[in-house]
Protein backbone atom coordinates (compact mmCIF):
# COMPACT_ATOMS: atom_id res chain seq x y z
CA UNK A 1 0.00 0.00 0.00
CA UNK A 2 2.59 2.46 1.02
CA UNK A 3 4.76 1.64 -1.92
CA UNK A 4 2.32 2.98 -3.97
CA UNK A 5 2.65 6.66 -3.12
CA UNK A 6 4.75 8.45 -5.87
CA UNK A 7 8.61 9.34 -5.68
CA UNK A 8 9.00 12.91 -6.09
CA UNK A 9 12.66 12.28 -6.59
CA UNK A 10 14.86 12.19 -10.03
CA UNK A 11 15.71 8.48 -10.49
CA UNK A 12 19.11 8.42 -10.17
CA UNK A 13 20.65 8.11 -6.53
CA UNK A 14 17.76 6.89 -4.88
CA UNK A 15 18.71 4.58 -1.79
CA UNK A 16 15.64 3.89 -0.46
CA UNK A 17 12.19 3.81 -1.52
CA UNK A 18 9.20 5.91 -0.36
CA UNK A 19 6.96 2.85 0.62
CA UNK A 20 9.92 2.02 2.94
CA UNK A 21 10.89 5.46 4.47
CA UNK A 22 6.68 5.83 5.67
CA UNK A 23 7.00 2.03 6.67
CA UNK A 24 9.80 2.66 8.83
CA UNK A 25 8.10 6.05 9.82
CA UNK A 26 5.27 4.57 11.10
CA UNK A 27 7.23 1.66 12.63
CA UNK A 28 9.16 4.39 14.16
CA UNK A 29 6.06 6.40 15.55
CA UNK A 30 5.08 3.40 16.91
CA UNK A 31 7.10 3.25 19.55
CA UNK A 32 6.44 7.06 20.30
CA UNK A 33 8.90 8.79 17.65
CA UNK A 34 7.91 12.43 17.74
CA UNK A 35 10.22 13.77 14.57
CA UNK A 36 12.67 13.07 11.75
CA UNK A 37 15.47 12.82 14.25
CA UNK A 38 13.70 9.95 16.82
CA UNK A 39 12.48 7.88 13.33
CA UNK A 40 16.05 7.92 11.96
CA UNK A 41 17.53 6.53 14.95
CA UNK A 42 15.04 3.72 15.52
CA UNK A 43 15.67 2.97 12.04
CA UNK A 44 19.91 2.93 12.98
CA UNK A 45 18.64 1.00 16.20
CA UNK A 46 16.95 -1.35 14.19
CA UNK A 47 19.42 -2.59 11.91
CA UNK A 48 19.62 -3.46 8.75
CA UNK A 49 18.23 -7.35 9.10
CA UNK A 50 15.37 -5.73 11.05
CA UNK A 51 14.46 -3.02 8.22
CA UNK A 52 14.58 -5.63 5.36
CA UNK A 53 11.27 -6.29 6.50
CA UNK A 54 10.25 -3.11 5.37
CA UNK A 55 12.04 -3.07 2.14
CA UNK A 56 14.61 -0.72 3.10
CA UNK A 57 18.09 -2.38 2.26
CA UNK A 58 19.99 0.11 4.37
CA UNK A 59 19.56 2.82 7.18
CA UNK A 60 18.29 5.91 6.44
CA UNK A 61 19.74 9.14 7.79
CA UNK A 62 17.48 12.18 9.35
CA UNK A 63 17.90 13.91 6.10
CA UNK A 64 16.58 11.44 4.19
CA UNK A 65 12.96 11.05 5.94
CA UNK A 66 13.17 15.53 6.21
CA UNK A 67 13.63 15.96 2.48
CA UNK A 68 11.60 12.87 1.48
CA UNK A 69 8.56 13.56 3.64
CA UNK A 70 8.79 17.26 2.68
CA UNK A 71 8.29 16.86 -0.99
CA UNK A 72 5.76 14.05 -1.22
CA UNK A 73 1.97 14.47 -2.49
CA UNK A 74 0.19 14.44 1.25
CA UNK A 75 -3.03 14.39 -0.15
CA UNK A 76 -2.36 11.31 -2.41
CA UNK A 77 -0.71 9.74 1.07
CA UNK A 78 -3.78 10.66 2.75
CA UNK A 79 -6.11 9.12 0.29
CA UNK A 80 -4.27 5.99 -0.14
CA UNK A 81 -4.35 5.45 3.87
CA UNK A 82 -7.91 6.59 4.14
CA UNK A 83 -9.03 3.76 1.67
CA UNK A 84 -6.98 1.44 3.96
CA UNK A 85 -8.95 2.78 7.04
CA UNK A 86 -12.23 2.16 5.60
CA UNK A 87 -11.22 -1.72 5.18
CA UNK A 88 -10.92 -1.67 9.17
CA UNK A 89 -14.12 0.45 9.68
CA UNK A 90 -16.72 -0.95 12.21
CA UNK A 91 -20.52 0.21 11.50
CA UNK A 92 -22.86 1.04 14.06
CA UNK A 93 -26.70 -0.41 13.37
CA UNK A 94 -24.85 -1.19 10.30
CA UNK A 95 -23.53 2.38 9.63
CA UNK A 96 -20.50 3.97 9.47
CA UNK A 97 -20.12 7.29 11.49
CA UNK A 98 -17.58 9.77 10.48
CA UNK A 99 -16.61 12.67 12.28
CA UNK A 100 -14.99 15.64 10.63
CA UNK A 101 -13.33 18.32 12.12
CA UNK A 102 -10.43 20.69 11.58
CA UNK A 103 -7.11 21.29 13.85
CA UNK A 104 -4.57 23.30 13.34
CA UNK A 105 -1.02 22.21 13.51
CA UNK A 106 0.18 25.23 15.77
CA UNK A 107 4.10 24.65 15.58
CA UNK A 108 3.90 24.11 11.77
CA UNK A 109 1.93 27.51 11.77
CA UNK A 110 4.50 29.20 13.81
CA UNK A 111 7.35 28.45 11.25
CA UNK A 112 5.25 29.73 8.11
CA UNK A 113 4.41 26.18 6.85
CA UNK A 114 2.79 25.98 3.59
CA UNK A 115 0.19 23.52 5.34
CA UNK A 116 -0.17 24.31 8.89
CA UNK A 117 -4.54 23.19 9.55
CA UNK A 118 -6.03 19.80 9.24
CA UNK A 119 -9.33 18.30 8.61
CA UNK A 120 -9.89 14.71 8.98
CA UNK A 121 -13.00 12.54 8.73
CA UNK A 122 -12.96 10.22 12.42
CA UNK A 123 -14.76 6.89 12.54
CA UNK A 124 -16.50 6.99 15.68
CA UNK A 125 -16.23 3.37 16.70
CA UNK A 126 -12.62 2.42 15.60
CA UNK A 127 -10.87 6.03 16.34
CA UNK A 128 -9.32 5.38 12.72
CA UNK A 129 -9.12 8.56 10.14
CA UNK A 130 -10.76 7.55 7.36
CA UNK A 131 -9.48 10.80 5.14
CA UNK A 132 -7.88 13.77 5.97
CA UNK A 133 -7.14 17.67 3.94
CA UNK A 134 -4.35 20.04 4.80
CA UNK A 135 -4.61 23.67 4.07
CA UNK A 136 -2.75 26.46 5.03
CA UNK A 137 -3.59 29.36 7.64
CA UNK A 138 -5.34 31.57 5.43
CA UNK A 139 -7.39 29.02 3.46
CA UNK A 140 -11.53 27.69 5.16
CA UNK A 141 -11.75 24.97 7.28
CA UNK A 142 -15.55 24.96 5.62
CA UNK A 143 -14.42 24.58 1.87
CA UNK A 144 -11.53 22.36 2.86
CA UNK A 145 -14.48 19.84 4.51
CA UNK A 146 -16.05 20.16 1.47
CA UNK A 147 -13.83 19.07 -0.37
CA UNK A 148 -12.55 16.34 1.82
CA UNK A 149 -16.41 15.23 1.76
CA UNK A 150 -16.10 15.12 -2.18
CA UNK A 151 -13.23 12.47 -1.93
CA UNK A 152 -14.45 10.20 0.69
CA UNK A 153 -16.73 6.85 -0.58
CA UNK A 154 -19.63 8.47 2.26
CA UNK A 155 -22.05 5.87 0.58
CA UNK A 156 -24.40 5.04 3.54
CA UNK A 157 -22.48 6.31 6.08
CA UNK A 158 -23.63 9.16 9.12
CA UNK A 159 -21.22 12.24 8.89
CA UNK A 160 -21.70 14.42 11.94
CA UNK A 161 -20.00 17.91 11.86
CA UNK A 162 -20.08 20.48 14.85
CA UNK A 163 -21.43 24.11 14.38
CA UNK A 164 -18.76 26.08 11.47
CA UNK A 165 -19.84 23.48 9.04
CA UNK A 166 -23.40 23.82 9.45
CA UNK A 167 -24.06 25.37 6.46
CA UNK A 168 -26.55 24.38 3.48
CA UNK A 169 -23.95 23.63 0.73
CA UNK A 170 -22.28 21.57 3.49
CA UNK A 171 -25.49 20.02 3.63
CA UNK A 172 -25.80 19.43 0.51
CA UNK A 173 -22.53 17.96 -0.58
CA UNK A 174 -23.26 14.98 2.18
CA UNK A 175 -26.68 14.26 0.91
CA UNK A 176 -25.18 14.36 -2.85
CA UNK A 177 -22.26 11.61 -1.63
CA UNK A 178 -25.22 9.03 -0.77
CA UNK A 179 -24.69 9.52 3.20
CA UNK A 180 -26.74 11.50 6.42
CA UNK A 181 -26.06 14.78 7.94
CA UNK A 182 -25.94 15.29 11.43
CA UNK A 183 -24.90 19.20 12.36
CA UNK A 184 -25.26 21.15 15.41
CA UNK A 185 -26.82 24.94 14.85
CA UNK A 186 -25.81 27.65 17.16
CA UNK A 187 -25.45 30.96 17.49
CA UNK A 188 -22.91 31.43 14.13
CA UNK A 189 -26.75 30.33 12.35
CA UNK A 190 -28.88 32.71 13.84
CA UNK A 191 -31.77 33.21 12.27
CA UNK A 192 -32.29 29.44 12.19
CA UNK A 193 -30.74 28.86 15.88
CA UNK A 194 -33.33 31.46 17.08
CA UNK A 195 -36.49 29.33 14.91
CA UNK A 196 -35.24 25.88 16.36
CA UNK A 197 -35.24 27.47 19.84
CA UNK A 198 -38.93 29.23 19.64
CA UNK A 199 -40.10 25.63 18.40
CA UNK A 200 -42.29 24.11 21.59
CA UNK A 201 -39.91 21.83 22.69
CA UNK A 202 -42.41 21.89 26.14
CA UNK A 203 -44.69 19.80 24.98
CA UNK A 204 -42.54 17.29 23.71
CA UNK A 205 -41.24 14.25 25.52
CA UNK A 206 -38.14 13.60 26.20
CA UNK A 207 -35.19 11.02 26.86
CA UNK A 208 -32.94 11.45 29.78
CA UNK A 209 -29.50 9.95 30.62
CA UNK A 210 -27.52 10.54 33.72
CA UNK A 211 -23.86 9.23 34.39
CA UNK A 212 -21.59 9.88 37.22
CA UNK A 213 -18.10 9.64 38.16
CA UNK A 214 -14.99 11.47 39.70
CA UNK A 215 -17.40 13.50 41.44
CA UNK A 216 -19.60 14.50 38.53
CA UNK A 217 -22.69 14.38 37.34
CA UNK A 218 -23.68 14.52 33.72
CA UNK A 219 -27.58 14.74 32.42
CA UNK A 220 -28.03 14.70 29.19
CA UNK A 221 -31.92 15.37 27.53
CA UNK A 222 -33.10 15.16 23.93
CA UNK A 223 -36.12 15.64 22.46
CA UNK A 224 -36.69 15.15 18.83
CA UNK A 225 -39.67 16.16 16.41
CA UNK A 226 -39.96 16.37 12.62
CA UNK A 227 -38.72 18.91 11.19
CA UNK A 228 -40.55 21.80 10.40
CA UNK A 229 -41.04 22.60 6.29
CA UNK A 230 -39.37 26.33 7.04
CA UNK A 231 -36.25 24.69 7.44
CA UNK A 232 -33.92 25.63 4.37
CA UNK A 233 -31.52 22.62 4.59
CA UNK A 234 -32.29 20.61 2.05
CA UNK A 235 -33.00 16.66 2.88
CA UNK A 236 -33.68 17.77 7.02
CA UNK A 237 -36.33 15.17 8.54
CA UNK A 238 -35.81 15.61 11.79
CA UNK A 239 -34.00 18.17 14.75
CA UNK A 240 -33.72 18.00 18.11
CA UNK A 241 -32.99 19.97 21.58
CA UNK A 242 -29.92 18.60 23.61
CA UNK A 243 -29.70 19.65 26.52
CA UNK A 244 -26.79 18.72 28.88
CA UNK A 245 -26.35 19.88 32.57
CA UNK A 246 -23.20 18.77 34.38
CA UNK A 247 -22.83 19.34 38.11
CA UNK A 248 -19.47 19.21 39.73
CA UNK A 249 -19.02 19.81 43.73
CA UNK A 250 -22.40 21.39 43.86
CA UNK A 251 -22.21 23.87 40.79
CA UNK A 252 -24.47 23.71 38.08
CA UNK A 253 -23.62 24.63 34.37
CA UNK A 254 -26.24 23.88 31.68
CA UNK A 255 -25.66 23.49 27.91
CA UNK A 256 -28.40 23.94 25.16
CA UNK A 257 -27.90 23.61 21.11
CA UNK A 258 -30.22 22.58 18.51
CA UNK A 259 -29.51 19.90 15.74
CA UNK A 260 -30.87 18.95 12.47
CA UNK A 261 -30.45 15.79 10.77
CA UNK A 262 -31.35 14.60 7.49
CA UNK A 263 -31.75 10.30 8.91
CA UNK A 264 -35.32 9.41 10.04
CA UNK A 265 -36.89 8.35 12.67
CA UNK A 266 -36.49 4.90 11.66
CA UNK A 267 -32.92 5.50 11.03
CA UNK A 268 -32.16 7.60 13.80
CA UNK A 269 -34.15 7.26 16.82
CA UNK A 270 -33.86 9.55 19.87
CA UNK A 271 -31.40 7.37 21.70
CA UNK A 272 -29.23 7.08 18.13
CA UNK A 273 -29.09 10.70 17.68
CA UNK A 274 -27.85 11.46 20.97
CA UNK A 275 -25.27 9.25 20.88
CA UNK A 276 -24.11 10.45 17.15
CA UNK A 277 -23.79 13.69 18.73
CA UNK A 278 -21.83 12.91 21.80
CA UNK A 279 -19.95 10.44 19.56
CA UNK A 280 -18.62 13.47 17.81
CA UNK A 281 -16.56 15.04 20.47
CA UNK A 282 -14.25 11.57 20.23
CA UNK A 283 -12.60 13.58 17.84
CA UNK A 284 -11.11 15.47 19.99
CA UNK A 285 -10.43 12.93 22.40
CA UNK A 286 -9.30 10.37 20.61
CA UNK A 287 -7.30 12.21 17.98
CA UNK A 288 -6.84 15.96 18.42
CA UNK A 289 -5.85 15.02 22.47
CA UNK A 290 -3.40 12.34 21.43
CA UNK A 291 -1.65 13.98 18.50
CA UNK A 292 -1.16 17.19 20.78
CA UNK A 293 -0.74 15.54 24.04
CA UNK A 294 0.78 12.47 23.22
CA UNK A 295 2.88 13.19 20.32
CA UNK A 296 3.47 16.44 21.39
CA UNK A 297 2.41 17.56 17.76
CA UNK A 298 2.05 21.66 18.46
CA UNK A 299 5.26 21.75 19.22
CA UNK A 300 6.79 19.95 15.98
CA UNK A 301 9.59 21.41 13.84
CA UNK A 302 8.24 19.78 10.83
CA UNK A 303 7.55 23.05 8.79
CA UNK A 304 8.34 22.56 5.27
CA UNK A 305 6.64 21.25 1.93
CA UNK A 306 4.41 18.69 2.98
CA UNK A 307 5.95 17.56 6.02
CA UNK A 308 3.94 18.78 8.39
CA UNK A 309 0.71 16.76 6.80
CA UNK A 310 2.93 13.83 6.09
CA UNK A 311 3.91 13.36 9.90
CA UNK A 312 0.14 13.81 10.94
CA UNK A 313 -1.24 11.19 8.34
CA UNK A 314 2.03 8.46 9.71
CA UNK A 315 0.78 9.44 13.26
CA UNK A 316 -3.03 9.00 12.51
CA UNK A 317 -1.98 5.37 11.16
CA UNK A 318 -0.08 4.61 14.15
CA UNK A 319 -3.07 5.51 16.07
CA UNK A 320 -5.25 3.35 13.93
CA UNK A 321 -2.70 0.65 13.80
CA UNK A 322 -2.83 0.42 18.53
CA UNK A 323 -6.49 1.31 18.32
CA UNK A 324 -7.47 -1.95 15.77
CA UNK A 325 -5.22 -3.82 18.01
CA UNK A 326 -7.46 -3.15 20.67
CA UNK A 327 -5.10 -0.34 22.43
CA UNK A 328 -6.71 2.15 24.89
CA UNK A 329 -4.82 3.51 26.25
CA UNK A 330 -2.02 5.42 23.28
CA UNK A 331 1.04 6.38 25.87
CA UNK A 332 0.74 2.41 27.29
CA UNK A 333 0.64 1.07 24.08
CA UNK A 334 3.73 3.19 22.81
CA UNK A 335 5.46 2.21 25.50
CA UNK A 336 5.03 -1.00 25.35
CA UNK A 337 6.07 -0.93 21.27
CA UNK A 338 8.97 0.97 22.43
CA UNK A 339 10.56 -2.08 24.62
CA UNK A 340 10.87 -4.47 22.03
CA UNK A 341 12.55 -3.28 18.40
CA UNK A 342 10.55 -6.61 16.65
CA UNK A 343 7.16 -5.53 17.96
CA UNK A 344 6.02 -2.41 15.79
CA UNK A 345 7.53 -3.96 12.69
CA UNK A 346 4.81 -7.08 13.54
CA UNK A 347 1.77 -4.48 14.18
CA UNK A 348 1.94 -2.79 11.32
CA UNK A 349 2.99 -5.94 8.68
CA UNK A 350 -0.03 -7.18 10.75
CA UNK A 351 -2.67 -3.92 9.94
Known amino acids: MLSGVEDPRDRRGRRHTVGALLAVGVCAVLTGARGFTAIA ?3 QDAGPARLSALGMNRVADESTFRRVFARLD ?3 LDQILGAWAVTRARTVGGRRVLAI ?3 AVRGARKRGAGVSFLVAALDHTTGVVA ?3 GIDDKSSEIIAARTLIERLDLHGAV ?3 DA ?3 QRETAAKIRAAGADFVLVAKANQKTLHARLKALPWKDVPALTTTQRGHGRRATRTIKVIQAPRWIEFAGTVQVAQLRRTVTVKGKKSVEVCYVITSADAHAADPATLAAWVQGHWT ?3 RLHWVRDVTFDEDRSQAATGAAP ?6 RNTGIAILRLAGATNIAHALRHHAHDLDRPIRALLAA
Open 283 to 285: VED
Open 41 to 43: QWA
Open 159 to 161: VTM
Open 164 to 166: LHT
Open 309 to 314: QVMASI
Open 74 to 76: ADA
Open 131 to 133: GQI
Open 101 to 103: DGK
